[in-house]
């Protein structure tokens, strides 16, 4: 369980705001990572961590919605986004289709409001994506579906930094060995987008053995000696 709750101050101090209706803020708001988004959770599970009933997490949402401090973005054929409102002032939005935007055990996903000018862009070319297209499949899983359009926003800066398309797959390939071999648990894989944005990838951009780097293997004790002569025969071979 996370430790924080990403929700605007406004929303404690709001008078017009029933305890439920703020738990509910509260619970989406755990499920936000600081790219601000993309992060999906059914209301199921919003439900017990608000300790509410799901009826009530789908009421909460429309006045949530109503009152600015949640923006729905359509998504026809595919689950709706829920943008957590942390700048702008409450307004009373229109409530027209948003009852019906709320289905029943659907899936929310919870996001802060992306800072003005960090839209993606359209001209994104097909060799950046083919990048991400060869990854894909290769980084680990985690419980919410990766988003590719934040993948792909937090990646082609990085390769318009001049950092090699192979070099990336490569380190995910890498981290993915590292987390099968540590059997790390889907809910602490690392965010896909936050991977490249926080330059995560440099990391695995080093030669693994046993999907440890030199560092990891010094600071476990083992023998470093070791470590490069298993490196130095790995790339004998590769050789």
């Known amino acids: 369980m996370p430790s924080l709750s990403i929700i605007p101050a406004r929303a404690v101090m709001d008078e017009s705001l029933t305890p439920n209706q703020l738990r509910v803020l509260c619970a989406i708001g755990i499920h936000t990572d600081k790219l601000g988004g993309n992060v999906w959770t059914s209301v199921r599970t919003l439900a017990r961590e608000a300790n509410v009933s799901e009826r009530t997490i789908q009421s909460a949402c429309v006045v949530l919605v109503e009152r600015g401090y949640l923006k729905v973005v359509r998504r026809p054929g595919s689950t709706n986004l829920y943008e957590v409102q942390l700048d702008a002032p409450p307004t009373l939005a229109s409530g027209e289709g948003v009852q019906e935007l709320l289905r029943e055990g659907g899936a929310i996903a919870a996001a802060p409001k992306r800072p003005q000018g960090t839209t993606p862009k359209n001209n994104v070319s097909a060799d950046e994506k083919a990048v991400l297209d060869a990854l894909w499949s290769k980084y680990p899983k985690?419980?919410?579906?990766?988003?590719?359009?934040?993948?792909?926003?937090?990646?082609?800066?990085?390769?318009?930094?001049?950092?090699?398309?192979?070099?990336?797959?490569?380190?995910?390939?890498?981290?993915?060995?590292?987390?099968?071999?540590?059997?790390?648990?889907?809910?602490?894989v690392k965010s896909m987008p936050r991977f490249f944005a926080d330059e995560f990838w440099r990391a695995y951009d080093v030669v693994l053995v046993h999907g440890r780097?030199?560092?990891?293997?010094?600071?476990?004790?083992?023998?470093?000696?070791?470590?490069?002569?298993?490196?130095a025969t790995q790339t004998q071979r590769s050789a």
Request: with cysteine; hydrophobic share 35%.
């Open 142 to 188: 985690r419980p919410e579906p990766h988003s590719y359009p934040a993948a792909l926003k937090a990646l082609v800066p990085v390769l318009r930094a001049g950092v090699e398309g192979a070099r990336i797959v490569r380190a995910v390939d890498r981290y993915a060995t590292h987390c099968q071999l540590n059997h790390t648990e889907p809910q602490y």
């Open 213 to 231: 780097t030199r560092e990891e293997w010094a600071r476990s004790g083992q023998d470093v000696s070791k470590f490069d002569a298993m490196v």
